[in-house]
């Protein structure tokens, strides 16, 4: 019956990753690691940087105080790396932050940050690595041409999608549609961006023609309806309605032939 703690001890360690037994500090020490980052980081969401130099190890203090100290709304510890016997950690921090775009309006953007820590004299110290080749900045080495790893913040900046890319991510089943006289028709309008957004249209100039939006709001990877309706009394023809999406600016234009028109249909539109 003794042998029973230690089979269970043995099965808990195996149910653990093998990064987790070789890699996991003893709670103190990461406890004593977490409150300086959280110091850090909070000075720059307070805007005083002569806090967060309190924790700048002194090799690395003419760094800090030359780099950018930009102001965070807000932050959160995702991952600590240790090495050396738990003497260096890197730090993978997301932090909260204005974003904006040419054309778009400033939104808050969650980025994730890393950072290096090291254990000198019984306390935790940010810095950063002597350069091999290149500029130093707070977040690493910065080589010319290069944007530092793949978590590096202005990596991830460059990784940030288009402006086609982000209007793109608004769109329609079709761009034609057609009708008889009388008749009724729709067109499926998708919301693939991670925010809301708000749909206007622009409607054709021309007596008894009818279209309207079940829904003007759209929340994230929600859909709506643009329903068509003709005139009775409709001779054959063709009108084009926008479909104008808020914030991101984007105009859809939509195609409506009514009677017997012979061109061909345009294409579904990716949403």
């Known amino acids: 019956m003794r042998l029973l703690p230690v089979v269970l001890l043995a099965a808990g360690l195996l149910a653990q990753a093998p990064a987790e037994l070789f890699e996991k500090a003893p709670p103190d020490v990461d406890a004593a690691l977490r409150e300086r980052v ?3 980081y909070q000075a720059h969401v307070d805007g005083k940087f002569r806090q967060a130099d309190a ?3 002194e090799d690395s203090k003419e760094v800090f105080f030359a780099a950018e100290k930009p102001r965070y709304k807000g932050f959160e510890i995702i991952r600590i790396n240790y090495s ?3 003497t260096r950690a ?3 921090t997301a932090v909260v932050t204005d974003f904006a775009m040419p054309g778009f309006p400033s939104a808050e953007a969650r980025v994730p940050v890393a950072t290096l820590w090291r254990l000198d004299g019984g306390e935790w110290w940010w810095y ?3 350069p091999a080749q290149g500029r130093q900045t707070p977040f690493g080495v910065m080589k010319p041409g290069e944007g530092g ?3 590096h913040p202005f990596t991830l900046l460059r990784k940030l999608p288009s402006a086609e890319e982000i209007q793109g991510q608004v769109g329609v089943d079709r761009t034609e549609v057609r009708l008889s006289p009388g008749g009724a028709g729709e067109v499926l309008v998708t919301n693939r961006m991670p925010g809301p957004v708000t749909l206007e249209l622009e409607l054709p100039v021309q007596p008894g023609f009818e279209a309207k939006l079940e829904r003007a709001d759209l929340k994230a990877n929600e859909q709506t309806r643009i329903l068509f309706r003709a005139p009775a009394a409709a001779g054959a023809g063709a009108s084009e309605l926008r479909l104008h999406v808020l914030p991101v600016n984007r105009v859809i234009a939509i195609r409506v032939l ?3 028109g012979n061109e061909p249909a345009a294409p579904p539109e990716r949403p």
């Open 38 to 40: 959280r110091l850090f």
């Open 55 to 57: 924790v700048v190890h």
């Open 84 to 86: 050396e016997n738990f």
């Open 90 to 92: 890197r730090v993978v």
């Open 128 to 130: 950063v690595e002597p």
């Open 149 to 151: 790893g793949s978590d």
């Open 258 to 260: 009514v009677g017997g």
